[in-house]
């Protein structure tokens, strides 16, 4: 067991990355999925928006019971990698769309519950000083493995089945490196959890205000992650076939979701330097014109569409890292496990009616129009931010 903190923090990250993998293997194989299954639009956004479902029942257990912050959290990573991975395989004997097929998206999300959320908290044991960069390159690790399903989707063409089971396994590797990480000298255990001890997330201004900032930022993120590749591929539809435009669209997703990860890292050094609640306005205030712009946009040449597309989610991630690292600046270290948990456990709340309403919105409205709405979010997350900057003088 290595105790160095660059290979920790290496091994950690590649295990998140691979662990997270887990999240968009549906909303990468949908379109296919939909052809053999005849899926109805309600059942493939529950099969997105049920990852979401399970996250916040998972994150809300670990949080209120302390998981996180008394057991070893190298072994509920592992644990629960595994088996979000063998629950992601069911969906190879599941009926397509079926009752089944969405149970088991809401216990993957479930179990990833026990995977990101954790990590940070591992990641928060090995320095104060670098705690933006810290986080930041766990989150440009997650982003990551949130786009390899859309890579593995384009690169197994019509065939749904490779991606799900090449995600499977590479989130088993990601629970297995995760046993190999160290612990960081500012790791702490509660011996003993208190649940009531959460509400200092109301109490303690920064960390009430870091979460109403999070949760703007979440109105944009994931709708604009699962639904990003379906909305590209409209607009591409304009001006080229529709299959190519369809793998087009994936190969896009995959491509605006991971450029996010260097971004996740440079916003992370500059947090550290200028302030992480300027950060986060920075990032927003990018995410949100490129939203607008992209809206502007669709439907048109596919040189114009695609580069926003990028530039959007090049911007759209970066802020995450930093809102937890400011809840991790003003916490209690035996109590931030529990609070990072609840803190993705409202914000992924508001993503269940964020990712299940956007194709349905995108159906009676266009895509054009729901695209733009996305921008409030950040918008909202911007103001929040402002107000705890200034509340700090």
């Given at each position: 067991?290595?105790t160095?903190?660059?290979i ?6 590649i ?19 939909a052809r ?6 309600a ?30 959290p ?11 991975a063998?629950?992601?395989?069911g ?14 998206r ?19 044991g ?18 990551t ?8 989707a ?21 629970g297995v ?23 200092v ?41 529709v299959?190519?435009?369809e ?29 992480k ?14 939203a607008i ?18 530039i959007?989610g090049?911007?759209v ?14 916490a ?21 009616a ?17 695209l ?19 509340s700090?003088?």
């Open positions: 067991m290595t160095s903190k660059p920790a923090i290496a091994l950690l990250t295990a998140t990355s691979l662990g997270m993998i887990l999240w968009f293997t549906t909303a990468a194989t949908l379109p296919d999925m053999e299954g005849a899926i109805s639009e059942r493939q956004a529950w099969l997105s928006s049920g990852v979401q479902a399970g996250f916040v029942i998972g994150a809300l257990v670990i949080a209120v019971t302390g998981i996180a912050d008394r057991l070893d190298r072994r509920v990573m592992g644990f629960c990698a595994v088996a979000g063998l629950a992601n395989l969906l190879l004997i599941a009926h397509l769309g079926g009752d089944l097929a969405i149970a088991l809401i216990f993957t999300g479930a179990m990833l519950a026990g995977v990101y959320p954790i990590g940070m908290k591992i990641a928060f090995w320095g104060l000083k670098d705690r933006g960069l810290l986080v930041g390159l766990l989150v440009g690790g997650l982003t493995g949130k786009s390899l399903p859309y890579l593995l384009f690169m197994g063409g019509t065939d749904w089945r490779m991606a799900i089971v090449g995600s499977s396994l590479l989130a088993v590797t990601g490196l995760a046993q190999f990480v160290g612990l960081g000298p500012g790791h702490a255990r509660a011996l003993r959890f208190d649940p009531l001890s959460i509400a997330a109301w109490t303690n201004p920064a960390i009430r205000g870091a979460y109403l900032g999070y949760f703007g930022h979440m109105w944009e993120l994931f709708a604009f992650w699962a639904w990003i590749a379906t909305a590209s591929a409209a607009s591409f539809a304009f001006t080229m076939d299959h190519d435009a793998s087009l669209g994936k190969l896009t997703a995959f491509l605006a979701i991971i450029l996010g990860a260097p971004f996740c890292v440079i916003a992370g050094r500059f947090g550290d330097r200028i302030g609640a300027e950060v986060t306005i920075i990032a927003m205030a990018v995410s949100a014109s490129a712009a992209t809206a502007l946009s669709f439907g048109g040449p596919v040189w114009l569409t695609l580069p926003l597309i990028l959007w090049a911007s991630i970066p802020d995450s890292a930093q809102f937890s690292a400011i809840v991790a600046d003003h209690a270290p035996e109590l931030s496990g529990s609070l990072l948990t609840l803190q993705t456990a409202l914000g992924f709340t508001l993503t269940i964020t990712v299940q309403l956007t194709p349905l919105a995108a159906a009676l409205w266009g895509w054009q129009i729901v733009a709405v996305m921008a409030i979010g950040p918008v909202l997350g911007i103001l929040a931010m402002r107000l705890l900057r200034r700090k003088g």
